[in-house]
């Protein structure tokens, strides 16, 4: 009597191990990325700490003796007011990046959310402008800050961002917004929210 044949099914592999390995190879290499990006400012933080000579002398990672002397002097300038610097430097950046949120995330809702005719040439004339070098609007931007009485003022730093000037993080922004599912939205139609609301809550 001949045996019966029986088939032989295929071993599945492990998938979570293949899984885990491909993270832990995903996060070596993202560690030591970072690692390398940041050697510029290691080097930077280190070389406060060395004295004239070492910093200007040849190469080496670690100061020999670590000293607070530079820093001293620095703090003893009489026209070093570091308080006061620090804090316009915190209040421009705030306000840059609350204008940029808020006008580039707008511009770019519209260009996820809305479909109106020419959309498409509309928005890749917008990405055409990141091809322009900042220089050469350097410039005519200067002759308009000075006709508007804004010379020696901070609004010419931070003004610009609340007219959706960054086009870059209006790509950014929609690139994003696109991904999120249209049923979230006819979701919060039929629950009667406004289309600020679904920006606001959505979106954001």
């Known amino acids: 009597m001949q045996a019966p044949i029986t088939s032989q099914k295929p071993v599945p592999r492990d998938s979570s191990r293949d899984s885990n390995r491909l993270n832990i ?5 993202l560690v030591i990325s970072s690692v390398i990006l ?3 400012l290691i080097s930077l933080i280190l ?8 910093a200007v002398g040849p190469f080496k990672w670690i100061p020999a003796q670590f000293n607070l002397e530079n820093y001293q002097a620095v703090f003893k300038l009489r026209d070093f007011n570091y308080w006061n610097y620090l804090g316009n ?3 421009i950046f705030v306000l840059k990046t609350a204008g940029t949120l ?11 959310r809305f479909n109106y005719k020419y959309k498409g040439i509309f928005f890749a004339l917008l990405l055409t402008v990141i091809m322009l070098p ?3 609007l350097t410039i005519p931007m200067y002759e ?15 003004l610009a961002t609340y007219f959706g000037t960054d086009v870059f993080m209006i790509f950014l922004f929609r690139q994003f917004f696109i991904s999120i599912p249209k ?3 006819e979701a919060a139609q039929i629950d009667g929210a406004s289309e600020f609301q679904m920006y606001r809550r959505i979106m954001l």
Do not use: R
């Open 25 to 29: 190879f995903l996060y070596t290499m």
């Open 38 to 40: 940041m050697l510029p």
């Open 47 to 54: 070389t406060s700490f060395k004295t004239f000579g070492e």
């Open 89 to 91: 430097t915190m209040l």
């Open 102 to 112: 808020i006008s580039c995330s707008l511009a770019a809702y519209g260009y996820a």
């Open 134 to 136: 900042g220089e050469l």
């Open 144 to 158: 308009v800050y000075l006709k508007l009485g804004w010379y020696d003022t901070y609004y010419p730093l931070y």
């Open 183 to 185: 049923e979230l939205f």
